[in-house]
């Protein structure tokens, strides 16, 4: 662990008219991924040197432009979104981890996911403070290009660990062009922590201590993470030139 303090931005999946996705049993992706999400805020707060912070702490529309804002807001060093799948078919199950993609879906399911949760709102993106156009894009595109690195690592770490718990999904990380991922300079991943479409995941999504296992298994990855790869200080360049829109 690092020695100042982590801040880890929680997004809790949808929220307000945008309920998300729908379980078999009436259950709405909306209120499992807030109960997950704070319970996850609990537990880092109970831990040393890193504090949660919820982007959503009620039941209330923010636009995923606005939950990459608040990430930045507050300066937080990973953003972890939590959602949970849907398919037609109520035998799929499991858990999947995706990071961003710069260049189109790893498969065609991972692209259809990204298009289901990006229909919460467009992304207006970021805007540079830097006047050339042309400098502005390389320095945006470099540190996409790393940050993507680390959300990559970050994202095996937490999908081992939720490999633990319940099935995986799929065996490796995922990649899709997820609008709420797209912080240049923020390591940023989604969760999709089971099929709230199969009745027996959505039974377990409802379940207090089920949900408690999933936001333990999320901060052990998390810490796996920051074992292997110490936060150093963000670079100053990006840091000074990007602004929020
Ligand atoms: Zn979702």
Do not use: C
Not at 39 to 49: G, H, N, R, S, V
Not at 111 to 123: G, Q, S
Not at 124 to 129: E, F, K, P, Q, S
Not at 141 to 151: E, V
Request: hydrophobic letters at 40%; a positive charge; aromatic letters at 6%.
């Amino acid at each position: 662990m690092s020695a100042r303090t982590l801040i880890i931005a929680i997004d809790a999946g949808h929220g307000g008219e945008d309920s998300g996705a729908k379980g078999y049993n009436d259950t709405y992706e909306k209120n499992v991924t807030l109960a997950i999400a704070r319970k996850l805020k609990e537990l880092m707060d109970e831990t040393p040197d890193m504090r949660g912070v919820l982007i959503r702490d009620g039941d209330y529309f923010i636009s995923l432009n606005g939950r990459v804002q608040k990430a930045r807001q507050v300066r937080a060093d990973l953003f972890i979104s939590i959602h949970a799948d849907a398919f037609i078919k109520p035998h799929a199950r499991g858990s999947s981890v995706f990071a961003l993609s710069e260049r189109g879906a790893t498969s065609a399911s991972a692209r259809w996911l990204a298009k289901k949760e990006n229909e919460a709102d467009l992304i207006g993106g970021v805007n540079l403070a830097v006047k050339d156009p042309y400098l502005a894009r390389t320095l945006l595109d470099l540190s996409q290009t790393a940050t993507i690195n680390d959300s990559m690592k970050l994202a095996k770490h937490v999908l081992g660990e939720m490999g633990n718990i319940n099935t995986l999904h799929g065996s490796s990380v995922q990649q899709a062009g997820f609008a709420v991922l797209k912080s240049p300079d923020i390591p940023s991943i989604l969760i999709e922590t089971a099929f709230i479409s199969n009745p027996s995941e959505e039974l377990r999504l409802n379940d207090k201590d089920y949900q408690e296992k999933m936001a333990r298994a999320i901060l052990s990855g998390i810490k796996g993470y920051f074992a292997k790869n110490p936060a150093l200080s963000k670079p100053l360049l990006v840091q000074n030139k990007l602004t929020s829109t």
